[in-house]
């Protein structure tokens, strides 16, 4: 499946931005889908995961509570709610999807990958 990832923007601390990812092909929804972030100078991390089975959702501890993932089979998209946005939050964003995939929290479980959304939180 091919991801492309979009909504990211400039955006004030508190405000909230909404991030898609749309998916080509007819499988979306054989797909976990997750999304991952990597600030200037880190490493890219986890942030929250919407299983292809069972409609579980998981997120980091850092964004627990704020940030909701979603998916729309119907559309190929996942999105990612983000509200109550911090300075800490500003990073790339990047969607990614594992087939059948039954783990969601490191980049070596997905096998496809949008090209990232840059998000910035302004203090």
């Known amino acids: 499946v091919q991801l492309q990832a979009s909504g990211g923007g400039l955006v004030q601390a508190g405000g909230s931005l909404r991030l898609s990812c749309a998916a080509s092909g007819p499988t979306f929804s054989q797909y976990t889908m997750g999304w991952f972030r990597q600030a200037p100078g880190k490493e890219r991390e986890f942030v929250a995961a919407?299983?292809?089975?069972?409609?579980?959702?998981y997120y980091a501890d850092s964004v627990k509570g704020r940030f909701t993932i979603s998916r729309d089979n119907n559309k190929n998209t996942a999105y990612l709610e983000m509200n109550s946005l911090k300075p800490e939050d500003t990073a790339v964003y990047y969607c990614a999807g594992a087939r059948y995939g039954n783990s969601w929290s490191h980049a070596s479980d997905y096998e496809s990958w949008g090209q990232g959304t840059l998000v910035t939180v302004s203090s």
């Open positions: 919407f299983m292809w089975a069972g409609g579980m959702t």
